[in-house]
């Protein structure tokens, strides 16, 4: 992806968000500029991967695959002092653009339509050898009630309304057609997505990037490391 079309997603992203009331933390604001001069105070942001997150999945097709995410709050084992079990996260899903089917072996999560669109979900069991099951009855909660359906069923969740993914459940999602984009909520167990993505066929999960413009703002993955205190 080109850097000038990140730079151009988050200025949507963060009217989008704006546009629905969900204000962001401070830090989503920092400027390269001023992440040179922060120092470990901020390493949880760094450690935990909070912050801008931005995908094609290696398409180089954004808006039919891809999707943006900020991590609001997460948890890291190998993080000292760490206590956080849980994860937060918000992102945008355009019209038609697909997250492809995946599963995560550790985390299980909630994903809530927050409001705008509609978000439709395809649901399979994963087989022993994590390929789709394409025989066996799906089963999840959404909203607290339990629900059953076919292999392969497609599950709309209208604004206000949440699903309870389990781990080792393959699942794909997009924005219903001429519904609009759709802000959707992610909370979790602890997030790990160099390490708790089984995506059903390879793909990338963080894009490469060509420098055509300096960034707005820095990627989760991008951050420098806090500068040696002066002696």
């Known amino acids: 992806m080109k850097r000038s079309e990140i730079n151009q997603i988050i200025r949507e992203t963060k009217a989008f968000f704006a546009e629905r009331r969900f204000p962001l933390p401070p830090f989503a604001h920092w400027t390269p500029a001023q992440w040179?001069?922060?120092?470990?105070?901020?390493?949880?942001?760094?450690?935990?991967?909070?912050?801008?997150?931005?995908?094609?999945?290696?398409?180089?097709?954004?808006?039919?695959?891809?999707?943006?995410?900020?991590?609001?709050?997460?948890?890291?084992?190998?993080?000292?002092?760490?206590?956080?079990?849980?994860?937060?996260?918000?992102?945008?899903?355009?019209?038609?653009?697909?997250?492809?089917?995946?599963?995560?072996?550790?985390?299980?999560?909630?994903?809530?339509?927050?409001?705008?669109?509609?978000?439709m979900i395809e649901l399979f069991n994963a087989t022993d050898d994590e390929r789709l099951d394409t025989e066996s009855p799906v089963t999840f909660s959404t909203d607290g009630v339990d629900r059953t359906v076919e292999p392969g069923a497609v599950v709309r969740?209208?604004?206000?309304?949440?699903?309870?993914?389990?781990?080792?459940?393959?699942?794909?999602?997009?924005?219903?057609?001429?519904?609009?984009?759709v802000l959707v909520g992610e909370v979790s167990s602890v997030n790990d997505d160099a390490a708790d993505n089984r995506f059903l066929e390879p793909l990338g999960r963080f894009p490469a990037i060509e420098e055509d413009e300096p960034p707005l703002h820095l990627l989760c993955s991008e951050y420098p490391q806090a500068p040696e205190p002066q002696r």
């Not at 206590?83 to 653009?97: F, P």
């Not at 794909?172 to 519904?179: C, K, M």
């Open 36 to 119: 040179q001069s922060v120092g470990p105070e901020a390493d949880e942001i760094r450690q935990c991967m909070l912050g801008w997150d931005l995908t094609d999945f290696g398409s180089g097709q954004f808006d039919r695959c891809g999707l943006t995410l900020f991590t609001l709050r997460n948890g890291n084992p190998f993080r000292q002092g760490n206590a956080k079990t849980y994860a937060e996260k918000i992102m945008v899903v355009r019209e038609g653009q697909e997250t492809p089917m995946h599963f995560h072996w550790s985390k299980a999560e909630d994903i809530i339509n927050r409001g705008g669109g509609n978000l």
């Open 157 to 181: 969740l209208t604004p206000g309304e949440s699903i309870t993914l389990t781990q080792r459940l393959y699942h794909r999602f997009w924005g219903e057609e001429g519904q609009g984009q």
